[in-house]
């Protein structure tokens, strides 16, 4: 009885302090849900960013180019449902010329989501700008144009060494 006595007397003492510790343990482990934050707007403008280019080097009028691109965009208006509209264009600044590319919705019509995802665009056939030239260095740019007029920023690719 004794022994009960003091345990019962020293268990009263500590209660408020386990109570505490258990309150400030449950508290601090607390904290607030990233996951729940608002997404931070997306621009309505397409950005657009170089993910590769393949190869470094080709033979005229031989070989392909493919470059990789990842696009975002804030309203999800890229690409035209008529194949007669052009919504990419790649430059070749050596003379300069542009090749128009048609791309199809890449979010269904009439609906305002923002997307993102990549794109890989094949450009054939590239040739030499002087036909006597052991090899050039051609650089291409990119830009887009979503259905709501507004052009994405140009991207400028890395050098490609063009071979006879």
């Known amino acids: 009885m004794k022994f009960f006595f003091r345990t019962h007397i020293i268990s009263r003492k500590l209660r408020p302090s386990v109570f505490g510790l258990l309150s400030l343990i449950i ?49 999800g208006d890229l690409g035209y449902e008529s194949a007669d509209s052009m919504s990419l264009y790649l430059t070749d600044t050596r003379f300069p010329l542009t090749m128009d590319y048609h791309i199809q919705p890449l979010s269904p019509v009439g609906t305002s989501i923002s997307i993102t995802g990549n794109l890989s665009v094949v450009l054939h056939n590239t040739i030499l700008k002087n036909s006597s030239s ?26 490609i060494t063009v071979l006879p």
Do not use: W
């Open 27 to 75: 508290i601090s482990s607390c904290k607030k849900d990233k996951g729940n934050d608002p997404i931070p707007p997306v621009s309505t403008t397409p950005v657009l960013e170089l993910v590769s280019v393949s190869p470094s080097s080709v033979h005229q009028l031989s070989d392909s180019i493919t470059f990789l691109i990842k696009y975002t965009d804030g309203d």
């Open 134 to 159: 052991t090899s050039e260095s051609a650089v291409f740019e990119i830009k887009m144009r979503d259905r709501s007029g507004h052009i994405s920023n140009t991207l400028t690719c890395p050098a």
